[in-house]
């Protein structure tokens, strides 16, 4: 059994700073790539940070680059999101995901947490 918890959320002025951490527990071999997702009512799922095992690699939303920073601790099977200079239409509900092998011989699964809400306004 997997799972994904994330912290963090809240309520914060236009122009402010959140930290988001989502720390996965449970039966893991190892954890391939982690990231962060965030869905707006009414709006899909987007992608908002990725970032590689070794941490080598990370890729951001377009909207986000420049303001958002994502970082994992691997010892602590934790990633975070650090988000800068908020803006109103960052509000959405946040997600977690991690590409997960229980097994070493076997296969990965995609797992996700089960959210943590973020709005900017004043």
């Known amino acids: 059994q997997v799972r994904l918890v994330e912290s963090g959320g809240g309520l914060v002025q236009p122009g402010g700073s959140l930290r988001l951490s989502c720390t996965t527990s449970?039966?893991?071999?190892?954890?391939?790539?982690m990231g962060w997702y965030r869905q707006a009512p009414g709006k899909e799922r987007d992608v908002v940070a990725l970032?590689?095992?070794?941490?080598?690699?990370?890729q951001y939303g377009d909207s986000v680059k420049g303001r958002f920073t994502i970082s994992r601790d691997n010892a602590k099977n934790t990633v975070y999101l650090q988000m800068n200079s908020l803006k109103p239409e960052d509000t959405a509900v946040y997600y977690c995901?991690?590409?997960?092998?229980?097994?070493?011989?076997?296969?990965?699964?995609?797992?996700w947490g089960q959210g943590t809400q973020v709005t900017v306004s004043s």
């Open positions: 995901n991690a590409i997960i092998r229980r097994l070493w011989d076997g296969p990965t699964y995609s797992y």
């Open positions: 970032i590689t095992s070794g941490s080598s690699s990370t």
């Open positions: 449970g039966s893991i071999f190892s954890i391939n790539a």
